[in-house]
C-alpha cells in the first residue's frame, strides 16, 4: 500500500511568487493535515481537511491556504512568498474522526530566495 | 499558549545502551500523545502513544511513560541500536485533531 506522496520534492521560489505544494493521502484516509517545519525547529500545525472542508488552521497569515479535492488530495498554497516561509511542508493524512496517529509524507523542501 | 517542550536538545548514546528521551507538556487537559522518530530526508513516523488514563505503555524495545502530576512525558529505548539515530518528537492532541509538537531531540547512537 502506497504511503502519503508529496510533491514536488523540492522547490525553489523566489520572494514574493506564489507556491504550490501538493498531497495524495493514504488510500481510505480522508482527513489530510499540513505541518510547517522550519529548520531546527519542531512541526507547527497549518490546516486540516476532512471530506473537502478546513476544519482547523494554525496561527498562520492569511496567504497560506489550501483545499481538499472529492478523491482527498490536498493542495497547499503560499501565496507571496517571505524568504522565512523557506521549510519543510509536511503533509499527514487519517482516517476521519482520527482518534490514533496519522501517517506523515516524506515533505516538500520550500527555499524561498 | 499551548507547548510541549524537551528538556535535551541532543542526547548522545553507546551502542546497547538504554536511551531516555524527556518531554514537558504545558496543557494539563491533553489527553492523548505520541512519540514521532523523524530521520534525516524522511517525515516522523509513529512510534508510540499513551492516553492519559495509563502511565505506562510497552512496545518492541520502546516505553513511554506519562507522568500527569508534572505533566512529563519519557520514551525509553533499550539496547539502543545505530538505527534509532535520529530527532525524536513528543506531541500533544490539541484541540480539533491538532497536533502540537515539541522541539525535538537528536538521538545519537556511538558503537
Known amino acids: 500500500e502506497a504511503g502519503v506522496t508529496q510533491s514536488p520534492t523540492h522547490l525553489i521560489k523566489t520572494r514574493g511568487q506564489q507556491a504550490t505544494l501538493r498531497c495524495s493521502p493514504i488510500?481510505?484516509?480522508?482527513?489530510v493535515y499540513w505541518y510547517q517545519q522550519a529548520l531546527g525547529l519542531g512541526l507547527q500545525f497549518l490546516l486540516w481537511y476532512d471530506e473537502g472542508e478546513e476544519r482547523n488552521r494554525g496561527n498562520f497569515p492569511p496567504r497560506f491556504s489550501g483545499r481538499q479535492f472529492p478523491n482527498y488530495s490536498s493542495e497547499l498554497n503560499v501565496n507571496a512568498l517571505e524568504l522565512e516561509d523557506s521549510a519543510l511542508y509536511l503533509c499527514?493524512?487519517?482516517?476521519?474522526?482520527?482518534?490514533?496517529?496519522?501517517?506523515f509524507g516524506s515533505g516538500t523542501r520550500l527555499t524561498v530566495v | 499558549g499551548e507547548s510541549v517542550g524537551l528538556h535535551l536538545p541532543t542526547l548522545s548514546v553507546q551502542e546497547g545502551d538504554n536511551s531516555i528521551i524527556n518531554c514537558a507538556y504545558s496543557n494539563s487537559a491533553s489527553d492523548y500523545f505520541i512519540w514521532y522518530k523523524q530521520e534525516s530526508g524522511k517525515g516522523p513516523q509513529f512510534i508510540i502513544d499513551?492516553?492519559?488514563?495509563?502511565d505506562k505503555r510497552q512496545g518492541q524495545r520502546v516505553t513511554v511513560l506519562l507522568n500527569k502530576t508534572v505533566k512529563h512525558l519519557s520514551l525509553q529505548i533499550a539496547a539502543t541500536q545505530p538505527g534509532d539515530s535520529a530527532v525524536y518528537f513528543c506531541a500533544e492532541k490539541g484541540g480539533y485533531n491538532k497536533l502540537i509538537f515539541g522541539a525535538g531531540t537528536r538521538l545519537a547512537v556511538h558503537p
Open positions: 488510500s481510505g484516509h480522508t482527513s
Open positions: 499527514a493524512s487519517s482516517l476521519s474522526g482520527w482518534t490514533g496517529d496519522c501517517t
Open positions: 499513551i492516553r492519559s488514563n495509563m
